[in-house]
């Protein structure tokens, strides 16, 4: 061993040298620019926490009694940060109000404070692209989302970070990552994912999010030649915690279709070999770090700042400037001005706020009781988060549910686990809101049915449907139910895609709009030849991405310059890929070069992974079956295409089960002519073989 | 002792041409000691009281002829039984079969390593491992500049990281080839949620089991599952009819894949640490560095050349065997040389592996090289790097350089063909691994080509 170590030790010397050179230099840097730049990100792009964020913005909503932007900013106070640029995006007047008469406008603030309004993005992209445009960002900064709670301590990760700057300019990212089981309940299920590591360096080769009935994971080879011990890790909690230098605005704005921080750009850059740029990860073992992204996690990330895991952020350490919460045996936070009648009970882990008024034989176990509230005779309340100014009637129950502000629960009514009630409805008496309800009184749209049954004849407020709730993606409360651990609650996520299709393209389409209509008059002409020349262009793009074999990226890249440029639907982007890549398997079937079977794997094993970006939600994935089903009737051998595309498909994750059995059972456009039932026809099978697998695999 | 050891003795197919049917890779002499000494010495001072050398039926004549004649002469207490059985199979069946001989926790190992490392070491970490832990594997990185490193093709180890208490083997791959993609199962990752995957760590082929192993019974979502079909006894048995490796890689992916068992059986894992020296002949350069590497531990021996020419000056960095002539002016620094040699005048050798009967004629330079019994190399040759096969005649003057001089004798052809044959017994090669994937993966091509039944548990198909 000898010869080996005494050459590495001689190659480290030659290093050790330049990098002290280049320390120097940095140092100067540093000096020069000590100051920290921290964006939080007040929006989060996601409808998780609706109806109760169609009033109020996520960051805003207290958790245990304190707005969750608030923890937001005492890490970052923690963390040396001296200036903080809040960017806005929906409620920003409220968020603006808020911040201008918190402690953190104050000359006393450890850092200076600014919103920037950035009304028009649907996503974490958006507003880093907006951001760049702006120019606001100077040198490294943190990035962060308005709903984070956490502790740890800051210097040594930002040190780490500095440290490989200097080293390589190429080291754009750090991500803070904690460490957990992978059942923690402060991880959120949905948003969960995979990251491959290399074990000395720990920078980051590979991202992987964790989607249900994916049986494994993929990895490229090549970077086993370039690392030579890799760690999977499976248990990480992912708080979306970054530091990243100048560049990465700037590169969410040279690759227009990177959307989400980590799908797409952390993936993105790290797929990329173009770039060259690397993504490094920082562990914390000892600290706590959680994000509020889910009731899940509301629910969780609660009772640990109960329990004081995320020490000194606790209710008693009264961020707030009006807080006088004290601390209790028993973890029990009591603010001053409450009035507790003799007999009531109130039990561990609960905070109950100022002005509260509770009368005898109530028993509280478990809570959060927020302000001014008014509680009656024999209430009983377990695990549930209730808001400011809530008047709960006697002999009332609720069970693990969030009611919020000035909400009034009639007598015995019975509030059941995981149920939401938005501000200032009013449940009328004997009343019994289920489980899966969330109650709004938020202006409905027009066409809105409102069920007022759920509320009671003297109650006040509907049951809130959220449109995203027809694409629910069920797979995650299967797996969030079967596992004891995980609350109820959870039961309630949203859709987890964190955009949704129609609203991307209303995005693009104000801004983007783009018309070749100089020659013609007609805008409805044009537009139609529009969508008739994307179809063309697009299916030549992805044929001529087939016959010159070219990277998947630069295919999936080009496909959506052009969806851009033309303005298209996904819908269209999906019918063109589709019409090119079953012409490609048609074609290799015809010719004889292959049988159906292989030839559908070959052609959609190496392409399929296209619909990855075309392909989102249930929906989506219902339109792109009827989509190939119809283009597989003009086809030879058409139902064995479908068959063997289905199942290919199905391999690969972008269909799921769900969405199958849907389009099968209940599409009626499935069967609308001959043609559309005859290429169905070898289907049945594999939908039993299907349903029978999963019992299997359920079983295991 | 609770241990019984077997030794796994392989035909050594990469170390051609130095092996031939009448010198087995077992006992192919580093520093003048054939291999097979070495892992028995081992075994001695781990304190075993049996061992069994398991070779190819080929072998079985001359090892059994060693143990006899030349290892158990020179052993002053006969405290060790040694028992060699001939046995053509796969490894993994071998250790099945050889079920009612092995009364005890039985060690594992390869006729071709050196090291340092204290058997003791490997005894007490397998008595350390906690009650689950079926068996124990040790494995080890290459530390050596000097060695071929296309030689090593070490596999993907997958394993909970070594710095845990009791680091665990997850799954074993072969390297995928540059354009297949690698899969990491999801089932693994939750159920050990921190995973590395090493694409340095190579097998010492030094297992440490519990005798319950032999009875141990796969889950029947195997690797091989188109052999599960036949159920049974001989079903069973079938099982194990594959490399050892993958008999190690099946218990430790069934300690993953079946979330129910609670009490699975794991695989424990041991990393040769740093300080210590770890070399397998698995090629030509490994034996090359293995003669040096004992050349470097043993204490100075002096010379016990009983004619030596005045004027022939031996470094005090090497070793020359009984009955080595040489002649005046001629020197050997840092090599390794034989029994009755006969070597010229002013030869010079630096670095060499040479083995016995050698003649040397007068003036030729050898620097590196590997010289087989009884090779005759005329006068003026300069050989750089050269792998020399036994018997061969290097003619006068020849000048070589990294080359592999071999004859293309009646016997040599033999050897060849032999070896090709013979391959059935080596211990778990990592060639051999990957035809044992291919055929599983065959099987699931035409298993699916039927329809779609296409299951999912082709667990560990790659296409």
Request: proline share 4%.
């Amino acid at each position: 061993m000898g010869p080996k170590k005494g050459g590495q030790a001689g190659g480290n010397k030659a290093k050790v040298g330049k990098q002290e050179a280049q320390q120097n230099t940095v140092h100067e840097e540093t000096d020069q620019d000590q100051r920290l730049q921290a964006i939080v990100l007040s929006d989060s792009y996601q409808t998780r926490f609706q109806p109760l964020t169609l009033e109020t913005p996520r960051c805003l909503l207290p958790l245990c009694n304190t707005p969750l932007l608030e923890y937001t900013f005492e890490f970052l106070a923690l963390a040396g940060v001296s200036e903080v640029i809040v960017v806005c995006c929906a409620h920003a007047d409220q968020i603006q109000e808020y911040i201008a008469n918190s402690r953190w406008s104050n000359p006393s603030s450890p850092f200076t404070i600014e919103t920037v309004l950035s009304p028009e993005s649907v996503s974490v992209g958006d507003a880093m692209r907006d951001l760049d445009a702006k120019g606001l960002i100077t040198s490294d900064f943190l990035l962060v989302s308005g709903d984070i709670v956490c502790n740890v301590p800051f210097d040594k990760v930002l040190a780490e970070h500095r440290r490989r700057r200097a080293k390589d300019k190429n080291a754009i990212m750090t991500m803070v990552l904690r460490e957990a089981s992978p059942l923690h309940r402060t991880r959120a299920r949905a948003e969960s994912a995979i990251f491959v590591l290399d074990e000395q360096t720990n920078q980051c080769v590979h991202y992987e999010d964790i989607k249900t009935r994916k049986h494994q994971i993929t990895l490229d080879p090549e970077i086993f030649n370039k690392h030579t011990d890799l760690s999977i890790r499976n248990d990480f909690i992912d708080c979306h915690i970054d530091i990243c230098s100048p560049d990465v605005p700037a590169l969410f704005t040279e690759n227009f279709d990177y959307n989400h921080i980590r799908k797409d750009f952390v993936h993105g850059i790290l797929t990329s070999d173009l770039l060259g740029k690397t993504i490094f990860a920082h562990i914390v073992t000892d600290n706590y770090a959680a994000r509020v992204r889910s009731l899940q996690t509301y629910d969780a990330v609660s009772k640990d700042v109960i329990s004081r895991w995320t020490y000194p952020i606790t209710p008693d350490s009264n961020l707030l400037a009006d807080q006088t919460f004290q601390y209790q045996r028993g973890h029990i936070y009591k603010e001053d001005d409450i009035v507790l009648a003799r007999s009531c009970r109130i039990n561990s882990c609960t905070v109950i706020g100022a002005g509260t008024v509770v009368h005898d034989g109530t028993v509280i176990t478990g809570s959060v009781i927020g302000r001014r509230c008014k509680i009656g005779k024999n209430v009983l309340i377990q695990s549930a988060y209730i808001w400011d100014e809530v008047t709960i009637e006697d002999d009332a129950i609720i069970e693990s549910a969030i009611i919020a502000k000035g909400a009034i629960i009639g007598a015995s009514s019975h509030v059941a686990p995981g149920a939401i009630v938005s501000y200032n409805v009013k449940i009328g008496e004997n009343i019994v809101v289920d489980g899966n309800k969330r109650l709004t009184k938020y202006p409905a749209g027009e066409e809105r049915n409102i069920n007022t049954q759920a509320v009671g004849e003297d109650g006040d407020g509907y049951v809130y449907e959220d449109d995203s709730e027809a694409e629910e993606d069920d797979d995650y409360e299967e797996i969030v139910n079967s596992s004891g651990l995980v609350y109820n609650m959870a039961s309630l996520n949203g859709s987890d895609t964190s955009f949704s299709t129609t609203s991307t393209d209303q995005a693009h389409r104000k801004p983007r709009r783009r018309r070749f209509s100089t020659a013609s008059s007609n805008t409805i002409a044009s537009e139609e030849s529009d969508e008739d020349s994307f179809l063309r262009e697009a299916q030549a793009s992805v044929e001529r991405a087939i016959a010159e074999n070219h990277d998947l990226d630069i295919a999936a890249l080009e496909l959506s310059t052009l969806r851009m440029a033309k303005n298209a639907q996904f819908h269209e982007v999906r019918a063109a890929t589709i019409t090119a890549l079953i012409g490609r398997i048609s074609h290799l079937i015809n010719s004889n070069t292959l049988k159906a079977r292989a030839a559908v794997e070959s052609v959609l094993n190496r392409w399929g992974p296209l619909f990855r970006r075309q392909v989102f939600d249930q929906a989506d994935q219902i339109d792109f079956l009827l989509l190939i089903q119809r283009d597989c009737t003009r086809r030879m051998q058409g139902s064995s295409i479908l068959l063997h595309a289905i199942n290919c498909l199905y391999d690969q994750d972008i269909l799921e089960e769900e969405a199958i059995l849907k389009w099968w059972h209940k599409e009626p456009q499935r069967t609308e002519d001959a043609d559309m039932v005859k290429v169905g026809e070898l289907v049945p099978r594999w939908l039993e073989w299907l349903t029978t697998a999963e019992e299997e695999s359920e079983s295991e | 002792m609770e241990f019984q050891a077997i030794i796994l003795c392989g035909p050594g197919t990469g170390l051609a041409p130095l092996v031939s049917p009448s010198l087995p890779k077992a006992l192919l002499p580093i520093a003048n000691k054939p291999m097979l000494y070495y892992a028995l010495e081992w075994c001695q001072r781990a304190g075993l009281s049996s061992v069994i050398v398991v070779c190819s039926s080929g072998a079985e004549q001359p090892i059994s002829q060693y143990i006899a004649l030349g290892y158990n002469s020179m052993q002053t207490s006969k405290s060790m039984k040694v028992e060699v059985v001939a046995h053509d199979g796969e490894t993994g069946f071998i250790v099945k079969a050889l079920k009612d001989k092995i009364k005890l926790d039985f060690i594992l190992l390869p006729c071709d390593f050196i090291t340092d490392l204290a058997p003791q070491t490997v005894v007490d970490i397998h008595r350390n491992q906690p009650l689950k832990t079926i068996g124990t594997g040790i494995w080890y990185t290459n530390s050596l500049d000097t060695l071929d490193k296309q030689t090593l093709k070490p596999n993907l180890t997958i394993h909970t990281p070594i710095s845990n208490r009791h680091p665990q083997l997850l799954d074993i791959y072969p390297r995928p080839k540059a354009n297949n993609q690698f899969h990491v199962r999801m089932s693994m990752l939750w159920e050990y949620p921190q995973a590395t995957i090493s694409t340095s760590l190579l097998e010492t082929f030094i297992y440490v089991f519990s005798r319950k192993a032999l009875d141990y019974e796969f889950g029947d979502a195997n690797a091989g599952s188109a052999v599960t079909s036949e159920k049974g006894a001989s079903g069973e048995s079938l099982k194990w009819k594959k490399p050892w490796t993958s008999v190690v890689r099946d218990i430790a992916r069934d300690s993953w894949r079946h979330v129910k068992s609670a009490d699975r059986h794991t695989i424990g894992m041991y990393v040769v640490p740093k300080e210590a020296s770890f070399i397998r002949c698995k090629s030509v350069s490994a034996y090359l560095e293995a003669n040096r590497l004992i050349l470097r531990q043993s204490s100075y021996i002096p010379p016990p050349t009983t004619a030596t020419a005045k004027g022939a000056a031996i470094g005090r960095d090497s070793l020359v065997g009984i009955g080595t002539v040489m002649e005046e002016k001629t020197s050997v620094k840092r090599s390794i040389v034989g029994a009755d040699c006969i070597f010229g005048r002013e030869c010079r050798l630096s670095g060499c592996v040479v083995m016995d009967g050698v003649v040397l004629g007068d003036g030729v330079h050898l620097d590196n090289c590997i010289i087989g019994n009884g090779v005759l190399i005329e006068d003026k040759s300069r050989l750089v790097g050269c792998t020399v096969e036994g018997r061969y005649v290097v003619r006068k003057g020849t000048q070589s350089k990294n080359e592999v001089l071999r004859g293309y004798s009646a016997e040599g052809l033999l050897d060849i063909s032999d070896d090709d044959e013979d391959e059935a017994i080596e211990d778990g090669d990592d060639s051999e691994d990957e035809d044992d994937d291919e055929v599983n993966e065959s099987e699931l091509v035409e298993s699916e080509g039927e329809g779609i039944d296409a299951d999912d548990d082709d667990l560990f198909d790659r296409s």
